[in-house]
């Protein structure tokens, strides 16, 4: 999972429908797809107390600001972004419009809740990762709530049957893709990463609860779902018959009417058991996709990293998958900069992907996190040398990136249309492999899945056309 600003969650339809007029909620979005996922459902738990998701924080009456902690300038954008929030809602009092209550939501909140209230007065609540569907509960409590700190405990399964009594219905859908979260926490204590411990230990829902939150998605036209976990392929949820295993979920997730395409991220190397690379072969309607981090090329790095495996088990574990599906698109994590590591550390990442080949990925320079073993590990490499060689490497996996693109031009394949475009009736879809496919003339075929021919393939897109088009 990756560190990115992604769009605040969207005004709903069936928000602050009633007597009064809606509140607005402004909801702001850190980090990983697993925090998309958790804004989402804070907007479906605050909805019936006539809560409406706005896409400004101007003049919004409840500010969460769901954040992330996994990189220094992930954590440090908070605070910055929490002065801005503090003057909005100085200004907004002064005009008389009310108050504006602040929250601070996520892994920073997990992590530095009292630091937050210390550095930033202005800040109702803060919520950890595990305690937010309490947050209608704090809000009733009002005045008694101001400078509440709730959620050093993990227990996911609370919030998760709070969030399931609430019923499949009450979960908002913004088009025909949605994540669904599946498994929560890390045990796996890699040296650099801070989501043991903002996390959690390992967790799975119940089956059942997947299943029954998946068929209310379908009914509102979800046709995509993304099932989301910090080690995904770790799940081992309770199913009716025993423990089940990730795989086992897919191929019950793919019998839900409505459910044609299933994805999961983000996946540890050591979890891709058997059944889950057999069923990449076997179950149509799990996509020909999937992130697997490998982060270094070394096997020195490895071990320093705590990842439990070294290079060539990652290789031959990569070779196995495509012996079951051939056309997977591989995407990964890279970090490069790992204190000590040296050219000829790094020379093994670039070899490593030369040899694997990736349709997609991420990379970043180590960022040292507090109470993490990395950060006081030895030498920490010089700025300079981590950028060059981020640059070096991310030019690398550009190249692989436009190449497998580019390799998708002449063919023929079923997009999901997701979105309108920005020109004239263009809709944007989603391929098998995740890109995104421009067509144009097709807005009127949003939420359907149907084939197109593509044209044409750049770095960060496919460009198609609709077969009526060519007989036409
Ligand atoms: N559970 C996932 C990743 C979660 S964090 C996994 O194991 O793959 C997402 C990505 O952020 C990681 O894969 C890693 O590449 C990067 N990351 C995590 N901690 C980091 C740090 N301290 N500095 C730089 N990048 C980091
Ligand atoms: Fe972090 Fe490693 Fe766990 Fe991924 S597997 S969340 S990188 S500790
Ligand atoms: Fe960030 Fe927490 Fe996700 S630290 S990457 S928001 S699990």
């Known amino acids: 999972m990756t560190e990115t600003l992604v769009a605040p969650v969207g005004a709903h339809p069936e928000a602050g429908t009633g007597e009064t007029p809606p509140k607005r909620l402004f909801i702001k979005t850190y980090g990983c797809q697993m925090n998309v996922y958790d804004s989402e459902r804070m907007a479906d738990v605050l909805r019936p107390l006539g809560y409406a998701a706005t896409d400004t924080a101007e003049g919004a009456d409840f500010v969460i600001l769901n954040t992330c902690h996994i990189r220094e300038k992930a954590a440090e954008k908070v605070y910055s972004e929490l002065g801005k929030m503090r003057e909005m809602r100085d200004k907004k009092l002064a005009r008389g419009e009310g108050r504006m209550t602040i929250a601070v939501a996520g892994c920073v909140a997990q992590a530095e809740g009292e630091e937050i209230m210390r550095r930033q007065p202005a800040v109702d609540l803060v919520v950890g990762p595990q305690a937010y569907h309490q947050l209608p509960e704090l809000l009733a409590r009002n005045a008694r709530a101001r400078g509440e700190r709730i959620g050093a405990d993990f227990a996911p399964n609370e919030k998760f049957d709070a969030l399931s009594a609430e019923g499949a219905a009450a979960r908002g859908v913004k088009g025909p893709t949605a994540f669904l979260t599946v498994q929560e926490g890390c045990d796996k204590f890699c040296t650099f990463c801070v989501v043991p411990y903002t996390r959690g230990a390992e967790w799975s829902r119940p089956v059942a609860d997947v299943l029954a939150e998946a068929r209310g998605l379908a009914d509102k036209g979800v046709r995509e779902v993304t099932l989301l976990g910090q080690n995904v392929n770790a799940y081992d949820g309770a199913g009716p018959d025993g423990v089940w295993t990730l795989a086992k979920l897919a191929y ?63 290789i031959d574990l990569i070779a196995r998958i495509r012996e079951t599906q051939p056309d997977l698109a591989l995407s990964g994590d890279f970090i490069v900069g790992f204190p000590g590591e040296t050219d000829k550390d790094f020379e ?125």
């Open 252 to 314: 019950a997730l793919a019998e839900i009417p409505g459910i044609d395409r299933i994805r999961y991220t983000t996946s540890h190397p050591n979890d891709m058991s058997d059944d889950l690379i057999a069923a990449h072969g076997d179950l149509p309607a799990l996509m020909p996709w999937l992130h697997l981090p490998v982060q270094a090329g070394s096997d020195r790095i490895l071990r320093l990293m705590n990842r439990k495996h070294g290079r060539q088990k990652y």
């Open 348 to 472: 093994d990442t670039m070899d490593l992907v030369r040899q694997v080949t990736y349709a997609s990925a991420f990379s970043f320079i180590y960022s040292p996190r507090p109470g993490t073993p990395a950060a006081g590990m030895g030498t920490q490499v010089p700025d300079a040398v981590a950028r060059e060689r981020l640059h070096a490497l991310q030019t690398l996996l550009f190249e692989q990136q436009t190449a497998f693109n580019a390799s998708r031009a002449g063919m023929i394949f079923d997009v999901l249309f997701e979105k309108k475009g920005r020109h004239g009736h263009q809709a944007i879809g989603r391929s098998p492999w995740l890109q995104s496919v421009h067509v144009d003339d097709a807005d009127h075929l949003l939420g359907q899945i149907v084939p197109v021919e593509i044209i044409s393939g750049q770095q960060n897109s496919l460009t198609g056309r609709l077969l009526q088009q060519k007989v036409a």
